[in-house]
């Protein structure tokens, strides 16, 4: 995969992990944003293994007319064990697109990391992006996900990063050291 977004944000590490991985108005203004609708979230829950977990299910609205126009989606949320401590959060995101061509064959992997920096920084990086196969599809059909799939993580990479500017912009405005 390639790496999106790695950038020192003056927001604390724990509200960066608020702002992106809770159920908050950062989150709502970005689905509301990108026409992502009818969201519904599970509570954070501890695993066997000690990690978190977590389960999103939303509509996505789609503007390639070859893929169609919306498809439900399910996103798979995992917060590792000893990495959601206020220093590192690691938290891996599974993204299923349940009603596009060819959505039995593959899925989204994403990884994402926020270090802590000093009381009021932190750095997010998004580390990790795959488009992974569940069974091989012919050539030409692999070739047409993965072009589709890498062009709208990428539009929606920088809006993100666009839209944490924002916050950040909010957040320090007054605050002596911004
Ligand atoms: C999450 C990856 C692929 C999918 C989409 C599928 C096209 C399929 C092409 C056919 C529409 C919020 C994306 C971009 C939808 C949005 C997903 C988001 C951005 C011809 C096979 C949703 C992060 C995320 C991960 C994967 C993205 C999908 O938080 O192209």
Not at 41 to 56: A, E, F, I, N
Not at 134 to 156: D, H, M, R, V
């Amino acid at each position: 995969g390639r790496v999106f977004v790695n950038r020192v944000f003056h927001i604390s590490a724990e509200k960066m992990f608020e702002l992106l991985f809770t159920d908050s108005p950062f989150v709502q203004r970005l689905m509301d944003a990108r026409k992502i609708t009818g969201c519904t979230t599970t509570p954070w829950q501890k695993d066997g293994s000690g990690s978190m977990k977590r389960t999103l299910s939303y509509t996505i609205t789609i503007t390639n007319p070859l893929v169609g126009k919306s498809s439900r989606a399910t996103e798979i949320q995992i917060l590792y064990k000893d990495m959601h401590d206020g220093q590192h959060y690691m938290l891996d995101s599974e993204v299923y697109t349940h009603d596009v061509p060819y959505h039995d064959y593959f899925y989204t992997h994403n990884r994402y990391y926020i270090t802590h920096n000093s009381k009021r920084k932190c750095r997010l990086r998004w580390i990790y992006t795959d488009v992974k196969y569940k069974k091989q599809p012919w050539g030409l059909a692999k070739s047409f996900i993965t072009k589709n799939s890498w062009s709208g993580l990428e539009e929606y990479f920088r809006h993100l990063e666009a839209e944490l500017l924002e916050e950040e912009a909010e957040l320090t405005q007054g605050l002596g050291d911004a």
